[in-house]
């Protein structure tokens, strides 16, 4: 098995080629930061669609991860731009290349974005891949394109693409922290949500080997099953989302987001809780 990481030398791509190699994969590493070194990782620039056919070449699946990461590091058209051409190439270069499965990284700032200006919109908790997305940056909105790319590849070409959207993925020192108090009620709209690295590595992993039909997209979130605040979940949601129903029981520190899809579609289960006082959850 053969697999493509992109984005290889950034916080989840890391963690990734490590986690595929432990399971027996070959995994090429590949990001635009220093030379290729002829032992799995090679450097490349995923806008230039050149590129990508040399890369993707006898690969089985692809596991793209590369992106600018976040608004305000670039302009906003480069950072748009970026992300949406070199998500669209992975998926071209893959659909002539014979490359049927794909798993590429979505964000929950689909949603919204913490402390943004403008108002979150949210509908109703748990949150869930059936409700409206609603970008505020052009972070957000370059992962609802490629998003949206992807729903095009699956349905028309025939692949098989899972959109991760993953929210906040916290590196071990930073898992270590958690729980954090809840900020000021000045503070905009907070998101409680989080995920271990380890976990989204995990969660990559299982999307790329899940026996999935063909000709399927599945956005899907993946968090942790708890909140990163040390109040409860339906105290946070009464503070900073008054008036947003809630559909069903939020008990405890339950996150207000739902993980059924991945759970469902291809088996991920977080192993990481933040009010677990061993850290993890199982």
């Avoid at 993707?56 to 058209?77: E, N, Y």
């Avoid at 739902?258 to 061993?278: D, E, K, L, T």
Wanted: hydrophobic fraction near 45%; charged fraction near 20%.
């Amino acid at each position: 098995m053969k697999i493509v990481v992109t984005g290889s030398r950034g916080k989840v791509g890391a963690a990734v080629v490590g986690y595929a190699r432990a399971q027996g994969a070959d995994v090429l590493g590949v990001d635009i930061v220093a030379a290729g070194d002829g032992h799995g990782y090679m450097r490349a620039d995923l806008t230039d669609l050149g590129q990508l056919y040399d890369i993707l070449r006898g690969a089985d699946a692809v596991i793209h991860l590369a992106a600018v990461p976040r608004a305000g590091q670039f302009t906003a058209a480069r950072t748009l731009l970026q992300n949406v051409s070199s998500a669209y190439n992975v998926f071209l270069a893959a659909h002539h290349l014979g490359i049927r499965r794909v798993v590429a990284a979505s964000s929950i700032q689909v949603m919204h974005r913490a402390g943004h200006h403008i108002r979150a919109r949210f509908h109703y908790f748990p949150l869930d891949e059936a409700h409206p997305p609603d970008p505020k940056d052009e972070y957000g909105l370059s992962k609802l394109m490629a998003e949206q790319a992807a729903e095009m590849f699956a349905q028309h070409y025939g692949m098989t693409i899972v959109s991760l959207r993953y929210v906040w993925v916290c590196a071990p020192d930073e898992w270590r922290s958690l729980p954090h108090p809840p900020p000021a009620d000045s503070a905009i709209d907070p998101l409680p949500f989080c995920v271990h690295v380890e976990d989204a590595a995990r969660a990559a992993w299982l999307a790329a080997m899940a026996d999935l039909p063909p000709a399927t997209h599945i956005p899907a979130f993946i968090a942790a099953s708890d909140i990163r605040f040390t109040i409860p979940t339906t105290e946070f949601l009464r503070r900073f989302y008054p008036g947003i129903p809630v559909r069903g029981e939020l008990s405890g520190y339950t996150s207000p987001i739902s993980i059924a899809r991945a759970r469902h579609a291809f088996g991920f289960v977080p192993r990481y809780a933040c009010h677990n006082p061993q850290r993890r959850a199982i």
